[in-house]
């Protein structure tokens, strides 16, 4: 079972933390993190950043989608 991996998230809003905890290991090509009345959908770029110690994927912003009512 692959453990979470902490991310970096480059785009989007602003009031979504930088870095943020995906439950994957880390290469899933979208991950979509959940706000207010919907969804920011986020795509692995390909590429790594290291912040600090740590290694971490870089996903980037793409597009916003909403919750069915």
């Avoid at 905890?21 to 880390?26: H, K, L, M, V």
């Avoid at 290469?27 to 919907?38: A, F, L, S, Y």
């Avoid at 793409?62 to 009512?69: D, G, L, M, P, S």
Wanted: net charge negative; aromatic share 14%; with cysteine.
């Amino acid at each position: 079972m692959l453990q979470p991996v902490l991310a970096l998230l480059r785009g989007g809003p602003s009031d979504i933390p930088e870095i943020w905890e995906i439950p994957s290991g880390g290469t899933d090509e979208q991950v979509k993190i959940p706000r207010g009345n919907g969804y920011e959908h986020f795509e692995f770029a390909r590429e790594y950043a290291r912040i600090g110690d740590e290694l971490m994927p870089v996903y980037r912003w793409c597009y916003r989608t909403f919750i069915a009512e």
